[in-house]
């Protein structure tokens, strides 16, 4: 028998996981179910979740430096820079203009249902924009990596890697040094992925048996419109993004991101899942490990299409549910305001809902209506997070391109895997 590969065994554990926590959630008495989630898949699930996030920090740090100080020259480090931030503003304004179209022009999910008396919400502030540009500056970037706080370590890096790029010869043996330590956690990040099986699987099983499907149920129309808009983003933007712009095959990228997008699904989180979206990205999108360590890290943080249409399509909803017209000036201020919450959104689970506050704020909607969703959004979580990191690898994979850095022979390999040994 042919030898199952570590992608197909995700995808494995992936329907495993999802059809054997449906059904205990329905079969098994609580006292088992909870039994099962706090002695198996709760400890499981955070032992692959806490080793990937483990490898987030350093990983940022060595592949940022490493990758701004090989892009080199200043002016293709500017140019590269350029493209990165257009095409992530560009694809999460389409997206937030997708998920508009849909929840507020032709679905209109929130216009059958009324709002419960008990709605109430206290959202956690959402941070004011300006402060998130003056926070990406460190004042100690030790202690931005103890805090993990992501756009500081990437402005530290991309400093410390242009600093690199230009002190030239000198910087050779450093230059060395941080192309070992670049394999060496790419390295590290093949020996954790073999907790993905049992990792994906854990994490799955644990979501469905707590929740169910029945969650679902009564907010079925705002959940299909929103599957629906990420939907859309997946199959017609990023397929158009590839083809027209990369000239290359969109099926073969879905083959070759399947394990990185299982893997966000599993953890919610584009943070966590970064050290496999860039192995993903290195190993079998070919991206050269220049322009992945590049964009990528900048995308789980800045860039999140499928955090945007959520958004887009929760105002709509909320709007309709409180029976308060959106104008058209309304919905270009929610492009906008979406757009900029999810540069200041974390990649971490449930985050999306926090800045969400913003959105609505920015043009006059109640937050309480967050407490509409929120039972739903565990599970809306997992999809979005999974758009989030493909459209960061659909920019990477133009961008390479452009800049004649995408090996289209790893990229189109029949039987993509990793090359773990
Ligand atoms: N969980 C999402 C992510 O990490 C963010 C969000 O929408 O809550 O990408």
Do not use: C
Not at 19 to 31: L, Q, R, T, Y
């Amino acid at each position: 028998m042919k030898k199952l590969s570590l992608t197909s065994w995700i995808l494995i554990a992936l329907g495993a996981g999802l059809i054997f926590g449906i059904v205990a959630h329905n079969a098994f008495s609580a006292e088992f179910n909870d039994g099962l989630v706090k002695w198996l898949f709760q400890p499981i699930g955070s032992i692959f979740l806490r080793a990937i996030t483990m490898l987030v920090v350093p990983i940022v740090l060595i592949s940022l430096t490493y990758g701004a100080a090989s892009v080199g020259d200043p002016k293709k480090l500017g140019r590269v820079g350029i493209k990165v931030v257009v095409l992530y503003m560009v694809t999460t304004a389409i997206a937030v203009t997708i998920a508009l179209t849909l929840a507020a022009g032709i679905v209109r999910p929130g216009e059958s249902i009324t709002i419960p008396t008990d709605a109430s919400f206290t959202p956690k502030e959402a941070p004011f924009i300006m402060d998130v540009f003056v926070d990406m500056i460190p004042k100690n970037p030790f202690q931005s990596m103890v805090e993990g706080s992501m756009l500081q370590i990437i402005f530290f890096a991309l400093i410390v890697g242009i600093a690199l790029a230009q002190i030239g010869k000198k910087s050779e043996p450093v230059m060395r040094i941080l192309e070992v330590l670049n394999d060496m956690m790419m390295r590290v990040v093949e020996i954790v992925l073999w907790l993905a099986v049992p990792g994906v699987f854990a994490l799955i099983s644990k979501v469905f048996i707590e929740q169910g499907l029945d969650v679902l149920l009564p907010l079925l129309s705002y959940v299909l419109t929103l599957i629906a808009a990420l939907l859309l983003q997946l199959a017609l933007v990023y397929p158009a993004l590839l083809t027209v712009i990369g000239r290359v095959s969109p099926v073969q990228f879905y083959k070759n991101m399947f394990p990185a997008m299982t893997v966000a699904f599993s953890t919610s989180s584009s943070n966590a899942t970064l050290p496999v979206t860039m192995e993903v990205n290195e190993t079998r999108n070919g991206v050269s490990s220049g322009i992945a360590s590049f964009a990528l890290p900048l995308g789980a943080t800045i860039n999140m299409d499928g955090t945007a249409i959520m958004q887009g399509v929760a105002a709509a909803f909320i709007a309709q549910v409180y029976n308060i017209s959106l104008t058209i000036p309304d919905l270009v201020t929610v492009v906008l305001t979406a757009s900029l919450a999810s540069i200041g959104a974390a990649g971490v689970p449930g985050v999306g809902l926090i800045t969400l506050s913003m959105v609505l704020i920015s043009v006059n909607l109640p937050v309480e209506g967050i407490a509409l969703i929120i039972g739903v959004d565990r599970l809306l979580d997992m999809m979005r997070t999974a758009v989030n990191i493909t459209g960061d690898s659909a920019a990477a994979v133009v961008i390479a391109k452009s800049e004649g850095e995408l090996n289209e022979k790893i990229f189109n390999q029949d039987n993509p895997d990793f090359n773990i040994k």
